[in-house]
Antibody, heavy 122, light 107 residues
């Protein structure tokens, strides 16, 4: 059974840092591209960041987090990370990790974690 | 950035009815469009990928169509568990973007 379990969320002051983790199980983690998606309270979904699979370490970021957030992965630990620095109140959201499937064409985010809440407030 | 617009914002319907949700892209995304369902307190669930392909385990009452800039998600006969928020998402260009969502509520 595919599972993605996020952790690391919490309350942090503006300007602070947090590191989110996502542990994957039930599939060959290294073979999959992975993303972080967030959702502010009562709002819609916002894509945050992408990291390629073992064949490529390509990374992309939303403009809203570029230069402040860093995505990484440790395939030996089946883990995805999001280092968040210089946090702002508008970064407050539930952060989901999500697996990207490909069927020769983009297959969507087919599995999601349960999410971890990040609250940026003084 | 490709902007996705969804309509309507909210739709009030009854179980058993047929519904069509719309997603329009600001520029062509080809067929690289997915649809998700999200219920309160839950993570999104993939319904449709590549515009018209049902994800694994998705009931046949869900269907997607369209290409280029105009897409639709159709639910042929609403079940009580289908009342939720629906999002479209494009994977054609970076950044990946989502539409603002359509809330489907029980009439």
């Amino acid at each position: 059974e595919v599972q993605l379990v996020e952790s690391g969320g919490g309350l942090v002051q503006p300007g602070g840092s947090l590191r989110l983790s996502c542990v994957a199980s039930g599939f060959t983690f290294s073979a999959y591209e992975m993303d972080w998606v967030r959702q502010a309270p009562g709002k819609g979904l916002e894509w945050v960041s992408y990291i390629g699979s073992r064949t490529t370490n390509t990374r992309y970021y939303a403009d809203s987090v570029k230069g402040r957030f860093t995505i990484s992965r440790d395939n030996a630990r089946n883990s995805l990370y999001l280092q968040m620095d210089s946090l702002r109140p508008d970064d407050t959201a539930v952060y989901y990790c999500a697996r990207e499937e490909w069927w020769g064409v983009p297959g969507g985010f087919d599995f999601w974690g349960q999410g971890t809440l990040v609250t940026v407030s003084s | 950035e490709i902007v996705l617009t969804q309509s309507p914002d909210t739709l009030s319907l009854s179980p058993g009815e047929r519904v069509t949700l719309s997603c329009r892209a600001s520029q062509s995304v080809g067929s690289y469009l997915a649809w998700y369902q999200q219920k309160p307190g839950q993570a999104p669930r993939l319904l449709i990928y590549d515009a018209s392909n049902r994800a694994i385990g998705i009931p046949a009452r869900f269907g997607g169509s369209g290409s280029g800039t105009d897409f639709t998600l159709t639910i042929s006969s609403l079940e009580p568990e289908d009342f939720a928020v629906y999002y479209c998402q494009q994977r054609r260009n970076w950044p990946i973007t989502f539409g603002p969502g359509t809330k489907l509520e029980i009439k």
